[in-house]
């Protein structure tokens, strides 16, 4: 089982000086919420680090109704971790998150952007044989047509003694090409994070479509 740590304190969160700030694999930043927010306080303070909002993203599995808190409190960029769109899937892929479906997360998701302004940035661990194939990426494309939205592909890096897998770079970089993003849902875009040894074929590709014009 997994080892629960303490919570970090405003200080422990907020004492390194910094230009961006991604809250990611920390745990849950907004199950320490208030601590989590009292910290960017500091951040985005003009008399502390003084970081425009846009330079700070919280990340979180889709913890209700702490989203919409922080929308009120310090609407900053917000990631979410999605990985599948099939809720039992996810499940598995997310143990500890909350039991919520990927379709309400996505909606959850959508109110967050259009009160803060700044898209959502659904982040998709790609595991080979597990929520890399065409139909999840179907669903994805109609689940998140239309929304305020960025998709971040992100290759497993293979751990030893592990099963996961990452796909291959050939794979991957299909999946972030695939013309019905562009053609048919131009308010998506699509960016792939590559590490290690997927930096020789797809070498952080990156495509940015057009996000919801007028906001």
């Known amino acids: 089982s997994l080892k629960t740590e303490p919570n970090r304190t405003t200080g ?15 745990g849950e930043p907004l199950a320490n919420f208030e601590n989590v927010v009292t910290a960017l306080g500091i ?6 680090y003084g970081l425009s909002r846009r330079r700070v993203t919280v990340s979180t599995s889709g913890l209700v109704p702490a989203m919409d808190r922080l929308a009120e409190r310090c609407p900053v960029a917000l990631a979410v971790s999605l990985h599948s769109t099939f809720a039992h899937r996810r499940a598995t892929l997310l143990p500890r998150a909350a039991r919520i479906d990927p379709v309400e997360l996505v909606e959850l998701g959508e109110r967050y952007a259009r009160a803060t302004h700044y898209p959502i940035q659904y982040q998709w661990t790609l595991l080979e044989g597990i929520n890399d194939d065409d139909e999840e ?32 770079p ?46």
């Open 12 to 26: 422990e969160i907020a004492e390194r000086p910094v230009s961006n700030v991604v809250m990611m694999g920390m």
């Open 137 to 168: 990426f179907d669903r994805i494309a109609a689940l998140l047509a239309g929304k305020y939205a960025v998709m971040n592909l992100i290759p497993y890096n293979e751990v030893p003694g592990l099963a996961f897998r990452r796909p291959s």
């Open 43 to 48: 951040m985005l303070d003009d008399h502390a």
């Open 170 to 215: 050939a794979r991957c970089a299909a999946l972030a090409l695939r013309p019905d993003y562009a053609d048919a849902h131009n308010n998506l875009g699509t960016a792939l994070a590559a590490k290690g040894a997927l930096s020789e074929a797809v070498a952080h590709y990156q495509r940015a479509l057009s996000l919801a014009p007028g906001l």
